[in-house]
């Protein structure tokens, strides 16, 4: 796996290098962490065993918060643990490893993302017709090809990062492994690597992003049609859905669509779309949605009963 490199292990910078900063970082990182784990994995298990909540919107949920999980368990727990080591290394394989995970991950929301407006649109724009396009097979289907979708994304990335020399000096500024940071370890001319960058995870994120933002221009546009009661429903799933694109998208596309070119506020924003926006999402979605608070609480009903009958 490691072609043309004498670097067979790189070192994590991290967020900081004082050791009382990292305790801290330790601390907040471990209960945002867990906070995303409980909310997220709250969600999935409610929409499992729920079945109230059986429509395509609330699959499409599912597999957003499986999405969150994962994408966050891909840096958090290296992260945390490198927050109490003196060595934060991490080596060529596993750094590799990592690339492919969080852009697999990531990639997998954008495009589960994208289905649940596909999803609004259809069911407020052409609701006789909802059950039949939006069968559960159809749905299947669109989340088997966001998986292969999101496969290829992230075999493009280790393309491109396998086909670049690493000879030294071996240390990464920022706190996991991503294309960027390693792109300047490179000991060759990355312009090339950077703009196929740019026209891979940037271009993803930045077209994703105003397709989704035009498509619920339409879909609010077309909510003048509809009954009060209706319209209000609509617009709370609607909004909810919008917060979230734009709480994700906002910082990936601050992030990948800058060729060669890096902020000192780049690990702060990171921190966010890889730990704070997976830790809101829940939020957004219980606070705004009856149903599923009505479901968690008869999730939560269940247990009690169980646990009393025990």
């Known amino acids: 796996m490691q072609l043309n490199n004498n670097v067979t292990e790189f070192i994590l910078l991290g967020l900081t290098q004082d050791p009382l900063r990292k305790k801290i970082i330790f601390a907040i990182f471990l209960f945002f962490y867990l906070g995303m784990l409980v909310g997220n994995l709250l969600i999935i298990t409610t929409i499992k065993t729920s079945q109230v909540l059986g429509s395509p919107m609330y699959f499409f949920l599912f597999y957003l918060s499986l999405s969150d999980t994962c994408f966050s368990t891909s840096i958090a727990p290296r992260t945390l643990m490198d927050a109490l080591s003196?060595?934060?290394?991490?080596?060529?394989?596993?750094?590799?490893?990592?690339?492919?995970?969080?852009?697999?991950?990531?990639?997998?929301?954008?495009f589960i993302l994208i289905l649940m407006a596909v999803d609004r649109?259809?069911?407020?724009?052409?609701?006789?017709?909802?059950?039949?396009?939006?069968?559960?097979?159809?749905?299947?289907?669109?989340?088997?090809?966001?998986?292969?979708?999101?496969?290829?994304?992230?075999?493009?990335?280790?393309?491109?990062?396998?086909?670049?020399?690493?000879?030294?000096?071996?240390?990464?500024?920022?706190?996991?492994?991503?294309?960027?940071?390693?792109?300047?370890?490179?000991?060759?001319?990355?312009?090339?690597?950077?703009?196929?960058?740019?026209?891979?995870?940037?271009?993803?994120?930045?077209?994703?992003?105003?397709?989704?933002?035009?498509?619920?221009?339409?879909?609010?546009?077309s909510l003048r049609n509809h009954s009060v009661e209706g319209r209000r429903k609509a617009l709370s799933t609607c909004i909810s859905h919008i917060i979230v694109v734009i709480l994700f998208f906002g910082p990936c596309i601050f992030i990948y669509t800058r060729p060669a070119t890096t902020f000192p506020m780049d690990k702060m924003i990171a921190v966010f779309y890889t730990i704070g926006t997976p830790l809101l999402n829940p939020l957004i979605y219980t606070l705004r949605n009856a149903e599923v608070k009505n479901a968690m609480r008869k999730l939560w009903s269940k247990k009690l009963v169980s646990d009393d009958v025990r």
């Not at 003196?86 to 969080?102: A, G």
């Open 86 to 110: 003196k060595k934060t290394t991490i080596s060529f394989n596993q750094c590799i490893i990592q690339v492919f995970t969080l852009h697999f991950f990531g990639c997998m929301e954008v």
């Open 121 to 221: 649109y259809v069911a407020i724009c052409k609701p006789l017709h909802y059950m039949t396009i939006m069968s559960h097979r159809v749905c299947s289907v669109l989340v088997a090809v966001a998986w292969v979708g999101s496969c290829v994304h992230s075999l493009v990335q280790i393309f491109l990062a396998l086909s670049l020399p690493y000879c030294g000096p071996n240390e990464i500024d920022h706190y996991f492994c991503d294309l960027e940071p390693l792109l300047k370890l490179a000991c060759a001319d990355t312009y090339v690597i950077n703009l196929l960058l740019v026209s891979n995870s940037g271009a993803i994120c930045t077209v994703s992003f105003v397709m989704l933002m035009f498509s619920y221009v339409i879909i609010l546009h």
